[in-house]
């Protein structure tokens, strides 16, 4: 598709597309949500056509039709769309917390029948160190230009993991803290049992 006619003539001007090379392979957070991955071009009859899902619109019409033409029916328009890596690492740290949480989920002791249920309310029926890997590694994938991104792209998926982690793993582990802690001002249990509940407490404050 070549220039609108007389476009060079008349202004001089010619379009460039610039690419920028990383000095220190891709180490700035900044430079990894710019990663091109793919450039696409986008012919239209209109300057309002808009770019495929996940990529960018350069606002830039490469034939150059004047504005006293762009109402014309018959124009045609061609712009180049770009995608980048930004979302790439958005979903990796999306990954990495849902295999976090299938790998806990597979430590989690299902009860079954009424005592089966009061025992666990008694215990920790889970692996507390995959538990404390997730919380790790959702403080350590929001941190960042990347983190920054990510919360903004994942936010709602974020909520929905942390209301989960806290009603089936948090809630009846904080009660049982509570109930020992009773049982420690009244003198029914003893100093071992005591430091057990402190050391617990301190590791879901973490």
Same mark, same amino acid.
């Given at each position: 598709?070549? !220039? ?17 090379? =990383? !000095? ?16 696409? #071009?986008?012919?239209?009859?209109? #300057?309002?056509?808009? #770019?495929? *899902?996940?990529? !960018? ?15 014309? #029916? ?14 790439? +690492? ?13 790998? *806990?989920?597979?430590?989690?002791? /299902? ?16 692996? /507390? =160190? ?15 230009? @990347? ?21 089936? +793993? ?10 020992? @802690? ?13 430091? @057990? ?10």
């Amino acid at each position: 598709m070549e !220039q609108y006619a007389g476009v060079r003539e008349t202004n001089k001007k010619t379009v460039y597309l610039c690419f920028k090379c =990383t !000095q220190d392979s891709l180490k700035d957070e900044e430079e990894k949500k710019t990663l091109l991955l793919d450039i696409r #071009p986008v012919f239209a009859k209109s #300057p309002l056509a808009r #770019p495929d *899902l996940g990529y !960018q619109k350069i606002d830039i019409d490469l034939r150059q039709t004047p504005k006293e033409f762009i109402k014309h #029916p018959d124009n045609d328009y061609l712009y180049l769309t770009f995608k980048t890596g930004s979302h790439y +690492y958005t979903n990796e740290r999306e990954l990495q917390l849902i295999m976090d949480l299938y790998q *806990l989920e597979k430590t989690k002791v /299902q009860p079954s029948g009424v005592e089966g249920i009061k025992a666990q309310e008694l215990a920790i029926e889970f692996d /507390q =160190t995959l538990l404390e890997r997730i919380f790790r590694n959702v403080k350590s994938a929001l941190e960042g230009p @990347l983190g920054a991104s990510f919360y903004k792209d994942r936010k709602e998926f974020l909520v929905q993991l942390m209301f989960f982690l806290w009603k089936k +793993y948090m809630v009846n582990q904080l009660s049982q803290i509570d109930h020992l @802690l009773d049982q420690v001002l009244q003198g029914e249990i003893s100093i071992e049992v005591r430091f @057990l509940s402190r050391k617990w407490s301190s590791t879901t404050r973490t």
